[in-house]
């Protein structure tokens, strides 16, 4: 395991050390490690999710429609949601 070392103000330090305590952490450390396994996790999660998007609209094809009626049907469609 490799060690990191960063400062960080005393009052974020009491705040961190109590929600730590408060989680049922054994230490700051853990609490520390839990946030940024959560945080990759989050963001792989994140990625394959924009990265099905961006495959479904290339599988979508190309509309043949223009950007203005398109653009148009969305507000009309808007409008009609709202009466």
């Known amino acids: ?18 929600r730590a305590t408060e989680a049922g952490y054994a230490d700051v450390g853990d609490y520390v490690r839990d946030l ?10 994140q990625t394959a999710w924009l990265r099905a998007m961006i495959q479904e609209g290339l599988d979508s094809g190309i509309s043949p429609e223009t950007p203005e009626t398109i653009i148009e049907t969305i507000i009309s469609r808007r409008n009609s949601a709202r009466d």
């Not at 103000?9 to 705040?15: A, F, I, K, M, N």
């Not at 940024?36 to 999660?45: K, T």
């Open 36 to 45: 940024i396994e959560r945080d990759l996790e989050g963001a792989a999660d």
């Open 1 to 18: 395991m490799t060690d990191l070392s960063f400062s960080i103000p005393s009052p974020l330090h009491s705040r961190i050390e109590h």
